[in-house]
């Protein structure tokens, strides 16, 4: 029995204990929640919180599942995380080890504060983790402090409809978390990556990635992919700097990202794509704007304390880009970027490398009066840029560019009334700029340059026209400019006169070198051997004895920036620049070539009667100069044809930069017509020539301004006319009074004139001229002499009208003989009315008159061209009036004369030194033609 009771008593206490047991146990899970949240708000707090308090917990010990509603975090009587719900399962053993660990996590309807102090700490809902701050060796006392410390790690965490407010020294801005997923992430852990799965929702913009992170390590690392799509960069300006007063744009894009901060020392790394669309960055006085900037390719920056290192590899593309400035504004429609860049910021200085290739679309640049546009711009070749400071905290700065190409298609500068365009202009060589050394920029390599053009808008005039444009170029700023093999094809320069054609044309220039440098002072230019080809050219000389288009080039110059005051004191220090420039400039030249064919037409404009003369210059060279050797002899030869017969040689040497005149030449002319140049002369001597052809060998001899020169002079068929030139619109008594003026007036000059004829009609005298150039001395013995000794000869033109009646070409009409008195006219070549075609049967006649010529060698014939009334009424029919009848009846009467004289010595084989035209007149005969005389 007692051995029952005894058991029984056993059997009791343990019932008892077992039941103390489950009643504590009860207790304990019924105060486990209470419990916990206490834990939690004291961890929270031991994290840096100044309070922390939940509403309430449920816990599931069992399972391990834990709720929590309504947590809220502040610091400072400010609320730095609010949570409405969160589910965890939480592990309880690692709360032995003081170890907040869960497993999941799911928390809705988050509110989280973010506050980030750069390179000092970043604090999140209230607790603070600091940044790059090594931790002090390890003592008793900070042993204690750590074993007190909780960890806190989320193995699964989920986080939906949260609301991030973010602030850092730039920005305060609340962000939207639509669903963010975290995993594997433990304070105690610091080396293990978190993954970071988010969608972001800002304003009208969403930014989505899959990172991992090690958010505590010494060694931050963030990296993996991001996806941003309609970001809007507005709410962050504050990021820049002060004086910028807004950004804007909206960011889209696919990039992947690394980024690691150890103790400061800052590594990003980035591959993908970005675009900002309508971007706009502004500041006080400088802005900048466009429709889109993209990005796409990879990018390294790494940084510590004051250096840092750039690479980017990839393309960068710009729309609609604008760049404004007060009073100047770039602005491009496309521009494409593709290399590589390389940027080192040291505290010895700093270094750029890169390999570039770029395209420019539609660009325009327009500052105060300038204004250029580009169609296209490609710039390819390496760049390397130094910025390095020297001992004397001066910055020493060197850009290389080497093996660089350069295009620009379809360029146009405007500078105030001046426009210059050309399709295309390339560049190939290398560039060197050291702007601290005594040769600040040194550019070498092949220029090349086709279709330019220059013109003045105000004036509508052409300057210039360039086909083609090559070069090798040297450039040493500032002293030396070479280039050689320089050569321009396709010239045009100026305009003529009621035309858009140039009025030089130049199908080619080559220069052997030119190299323009200043030494001690002194400009100095180096010209090799320059090659003009085939130049074409039209000069019009108006009544003011001025070139029409040389004036016309001159005044396109005047761009119409300055006021006329400024202008003149402009002008005048130009001027006084300029003779200093030019009593220390050097000039020196190897040789001058024109080859190939190369032709002038002369013509006047404003005159009675109208000059126009085609010169044909088969050769013209120009020996060495030298202005430094003003006394060296520098050779020149000129050979040029005037029409179809005339010919002018010049030959022999001068010194141009002598203080005096010096130069020994001489000059030939063979058969110059001169009634081509009467009204030029008629301006200067008061009478007209009628006809007459001119040979001259002139030996001309020039020391210190002293002349001495030896003219023997030909004149065939010459002959004045007086009288005033009338207008030719009217008929009738005008014409008349022509008439009558010419012999009441040149009575007495063909009676002089007459005297120093031979009996072949021919003048032929020798006149030496010597003295000083500004009044010289003519010795006019011989012709005095000349003069009386065909006084004695007048009767032999009388012998010879009687040998030629058996040809039955002597012409003897009453109206026309009298004006003829001292010639033998000969039956006129007839002509249809109006026109340049010679009648039937003329053929034969002609015929007639080259046997004449042949068989009398010593006559010399003139060939005049005329028209008469008929002709002018067939023209006024026409409608031809005024000056433009004159100009027609004249140039019609002028062909038929050179018609003439064609015939007779290319079918008639007549020497053209026998023949002399005259000034086309008109004459009032019945037929009309073209009148031979002897």
């Known amino acids: 029995m007692k051995a029952i009771l005894l058991r029984w008593k056993s059997l009791k206490t343990l019932y008892k204990s077992l039941i103390l047991t489950a009643f504590a146990l009860a207790l304990f899970l019924l105060f486990l929640p209470l419990m916990l949240k206490k834990s939690i708000e004291y961890a929270l707090v031991q994290q840096g919180a100044e309070s922390a308090q939940l509403e309430k917990v449920i816990i599931n010990p069992f399972s391990g599942r834990l709720e929590l509603f309504n947590l809220t975090v502040s610091t400072e009587q400010k609320q730095q995380l609010e949570v409405g719900h969160l589910k965890v399962n939480l592990a309880w053993l690692d709360l032995l080890q003081k170890h907040i660990n869960l497993q999941t996590l799911e928390v809705f309807d988050t509110s989280l504060f973010l506050v980030y102090q750069p390179n000092e700490y970043v604090r999140v809902g209230g607790i603070t983790f600091p940044l790059n701050i090594k931790q002090p060796l390890t003592t008793a006392e900070s042993a204690q402090e750590k074993q007190a410390f909780w960890g806190l790690g989320v193995q699964n965490l ?256 405007i500078l105030a009334d001046m426009k210059a365009t050309s399709d295309l202009i390339q560049w190939q060589g290398d560039v060197d700029v050291q702007p601290d050394t005594e040769t600040p920029a040194t550019l070498s390599g092949q220029l090349g340059m086709s279709n330019a053009l220059a013109r003045n808008t105000a004036s509508k005039k052409t300057i210039l026209q360039l086909a083609q444009l090559k070069s090798n170029l040297l450039f040493k700023s500032p002293q030396t400019v070479q280039l050689t093999k320089l050569s321009f094809n396709g010239i045009g320069l100026g305009q003529k006169v009621d035309s858009d054609s140039p009025f030089i044309k130049i199908s080619g220039v080559d220069v052997s070198k030119l190299v323009i440098e200043n030494s001690d002072g002194v400009d100095k230019t180096q010209l090799g051997k320059v090659n003009v080809h ?59 070539s ?59 040497k001068i010194q141009p930069f002598s203080q005096k005149v010096n130069s020994d030449l001489n000059l030939k002319v063979k058969e110059l017509d001169l009634y081509e140049f009467s009204p030029l002369i008629k301006d200067t001597v008061g009478y007209r020539i009628k006809s007459g052809a001119l040979t001259l060998d002139s030996d001309i001899k020039i020391k210190e301004d002293m002349l001495k020169s030896k003219n023997h002079i030909i004149l065939k068929g010459f002959e004045l006319d007086g009288s005033a030139e009338e207008n030719f619109a009217t008929v009738g008594s005008n014409e008349q009074k022509l008439q009558d003026g010419a012999a009441a007036t040149g009575g007495s000059t063909s009676l002089a004139l007459n005297l120093l004829r031979d009996n072949e009609g ?151 030194h026998r023949l002399t035209t005259c000034h086309p007149t008109f004459e009032d005969l019945p037929e009309t033609g073209v009148l031979l005389s002897m």
Request: hydrophobic fraction near 35%; include cysteine; glycine fraction near 6%.
């Open 158 to 413: 989920v986080l939906q409809n949260a609301t991030l407010n973010l602030k850092t020294p730039e920005i305060s801005k609340a962000l939207h978390f639509e669903n963010v997923s975290v995993s594997k992430t433990a304070n105690w852990e610091p080396d293990e990556y978190s993954q970071l799965n988010f969608r972001i929702q800002d304003t009208e913009g969403v930014l989505t990635g899959r990172l991992d992170a090690k958010l505590f390590s010494e060694k931050q690392v963030i990296k993996g992919p991001v996806q941003i799509s309609d970001f809007d960069l507005h709410p962050y300006q504050g990021y820049l700097p002060k004086e910028w007063n807004n950004v804007s744009g909206i960011v889209s894009g696919k990039l992947n990202i690394e980024f690691r901060n150890h103790f400061g020392k800052i590594d990003v790394q980035q591959t993908g794509q970005v675009d900002i669309r309508n971007f706009a960055l502004q500041q006080q006085d400088f802005e900048i704007a466009s429709e889109m900037i993209g990005w796409d390719g990879k990018l390294s920056y790494e940084t510590h304390k004051d250096d840092y290192t750039l690479n980017a590899d990839g393309k960068w593309q710009l729309e609609q880009f604008a760049l404004t400035q007060p009073e100047q504004t770039l602005q491009l429609q496309d521009l494409n970027w593709l290399g590589q860049v390389k940027v080192k910021q040291r505290l010895k200085g700093l270094s750029v490398e890169a390999h570039n290739q770029l395209m420019v679309s539609q660009s325009v640049f327009k500052k105060e009066a300038l204004n250029t546009k580009i169609k296209t711009l490609f710039w390819k070749g390496p760049l390397a840029y130094q910025d390095t400071k020297t001992s004397s905290a001066k910055n020493a700065q060197k850009i290389e560019l080497k093996d660089t190409q350069l295009a620009l298609e379809n360029m146009s500068v």
């Open 534 to 592: 085939n130049l074409e050219g039209y000069l019009t000389l108006n009544k003011q004895h001025d070139f029409v288009e040389v004036q016309g080039l001159i005044k396109s110059f005047d761009l119409g920036i300055v006021d006329q005051q400024e202008k003149k004191k402009t002008d005048t220090t130009i001027v006084e620049s300029g003779a200093e420039q030019t009593k220390n400039a050097v000039m020196q030249l190897e040789k001058l």
């Open 594 to 652: 024109l080859k190939g064919q190369n032709n002038i037409v002369f013509e006047t404009q404003g005159l009675n009667s109208k000059i126009k003369q085609n010169i044909h210059i088969s050769q013209l060279e120009l020996g060495a100069l030298d202005s430094e050797k003003p006394s060296s002899a520098t050779p020149v030869a000129l050979k040029a044809t005037l029409g179809k017969y005339s010919k002018i040689e010049l030959q022999g």
């Open 762 to 912: 021919k003048i032929e005298l020798d006149v030496p001229v010597e003295g000083d150039l500004s009044d010289p001395n003519f010795h006019l013995d011989q012709v005095i002499q000349t003069a009386m000794l065909n006084a004695l000869q007048s009767g032999s033109k009388a012998m010879l009208a009687m040998t030629l009646q058996p040809y039955g070409a002597i012409y003897l009409a009453a109206e026309y003989a009298f004006k003829q008195a001292n010639t033998v006219t000969l039956q006129p070549i007839s002509y249809e009315v109006g026109l340049n075609k010679i009648k039937p049967g003329m053929a034969e006649y002609l015929q007639k008159i080259v046997a004449l010529l042949e068989k009398k060698k010593s006559i010399t014939l003139k060939v005049c061209g005329f028209y008469n009334q008929r002709d002018r009424d067939y023209w006024i029919q026409k409608g031809l009036k005024d000056q433009k009848l004159q100009d027609k009846l004249y140039a019609l009467a002028r062909t038929r004369q050179n018609q003439v004289k064609d015939w007779l010595v290319d079918q008639g084989g007549v020497g053209s």
